[in-house]
């Protein structure tokens, strides 16, 4: 047999997505394994928040390892479970002999755990647990702080941002607007733009149509009474009447 059903033992559809303290239970399906790199015990402990905005969510892989090389690694380690255990409320005297029993005394125990957001190898930002207690009596108490992920970007945004004719120029910054820049990287951002509404070139007459049209007046201007060589335009004599 693989498993039994059971409508209980199911992923949430909650997410937390602000750090801070929140009243949790241990999962089942929190484990017992190695560390990569050299082997010592580790658990993964599960948490699933038991009360206020973000109840059922789940807080994953919190991981707490046991080393024991010398005499005060021993003691920290030590120190590192016992206020695991402590938190949930274990009493004292009890002889713990292995990690699976330390395993065992934790799932389905209540506790408050502290999180806050941690950028990972990946980029991407996480909850990682910062610290145990006691089960907080007035409840689970998020702190409003949001994943830096969810953050957006300014440029992205539309935030001033004109993207469309000029190459990404951004209008609203007066060292990027084209009156305050040389006139040789206006014709550069200009020519750059391939679109055939404002060049005419979709076989239409370019000197029936106005190319700055649609532009800001101010870069209009900046090409009001321009010498225009004819001779090196691939339009010839079209470009006469022009309307600058």
């Known amino acids: 047999m693989l498993f039994t059903t059971n409508s209980n033992d199911v992923f949430s559809g909650a997410r ?6 929140y009243n949790v239970k241990v999962l089942s399906t929190s484990t017992l394994t190695k560390t990569k790199a050299n082997g010592n015990p580790m658990i993964t402990l599960n948490y699933e928040v038991i009360d206020g905005k973000y109840q059922g969510g789940q807080i994953r892989y919190d991981n707490q390892t046991w080393v024991d090389y010398d005499q005060e690694s021993h003691a920290q380690s ?16 009890v002889q713990v002999d292995t990690m ?9 125990k209540t506790m408050s755990i502290k999180v806050e957001w941690e950028q990972g190898n990946n ?14 009596q007035d409840g689970s108490k998020p702190n409003g702080q ?10 992205n945004s539309g935030n001033g941002s004109y ?3 000029f190459g990404g120029g951004n209008f609203n910054n007066p060292a990027n607007s084209p009156q305050n820049g040389p006139q040789g990287n206006l014709n550069n951002q200009w020519g750059n733009n391939q679109s055939s509404n404002q060049s005419g070139l979709n076989g239409k ?32 004599d079209q470009v006469k009447d022009a309307p600058f």
């Open 78 to 93: 030590v120190k590192r479970f016992n206020t695991l255990l402590k938190a949930t409320g274990l009493q004292d005297g």
């Open 16 to 21: 937390v997505e602000e750090a801070g303290n």
């Open 123 to 136: 980029g991407y930002y996480n909850l990682r647990v910062k610290q145990h207690n006691s089960v907080l």
């Open 163 to 165: 993207s469309g004719n």
């Open 100 to 108: 699976q029993q330390l395993l065992n005394l934790l799932v389905g």
């Open 146 to 155: 949001k994943s830096p992920d969810t953050g957006t970007d300014n440029f």
């Open 205 to 236: 007459n370019w000197a029936n149509n106005d190319p700055l049209a649609g532009q800001p007046q101010l870069f209009k201007d900046l090409f009001k009474d321009q010498p225009i060589d004819t001779d090196s335009l691939p339009f010839g």
